[in-house]
């Protein structure tokens, strides 16, 4: 399984960024996908998972603002990131997880830096 994460960049507050992961060699409706972040100095934790029908879940400091959809024929996930906030600073990850396994593939991740 590859992923390929982009999208990332520099922002000033309040402004807007769209990350994009697309796998390879997956059957990619029977996969869970997940962004994750990272901040320096912090641990990788998540920020929405996304289910095979497109159902999410959100954590909590994101919701409002950030916006995940999957597009299986094209085996992408998007993350729609709104009103960012210096505190949304981190390097980006996507993650697959086949359904019903417990094995996790990640993605190179991409920076997203929000400048106050």
């Known amino acids: 399984v590859q992923l390929q994460a982009s999208g990332g960049g520099v922002v000033q507050a309040g402004g807007s960024l769209r990350l994009s992961c697309t796998a390879s060699q997956i059957i990619y409706s029977r996969y869970v996908m997940a962004w994750y972040r990272q901040a320096p100095g912090k641990q990788r934790t998540l920020v929405v998972s996304?289910?095979?029908?497109?159902?999410?879940t959100y954590e909590d400091s994101v919701k409002g603002r950030f916006a995940a959809s999957r597009d299986n024929a094209k085996k992408t996930v998007y993350l729609q990131m709104d009103n960012l906030k210096p505190e949304d600073t981190a390097v980006y990850y996507c993650q697959a997880r086949m359904l019903g396994e417990s094995t996790l593939y990640w993605g190179q991740g991409t920076q997203v830096t929000v400048s106050s």
């Open positions: 996304i289910s095979s029908i497109g159902r999410t």
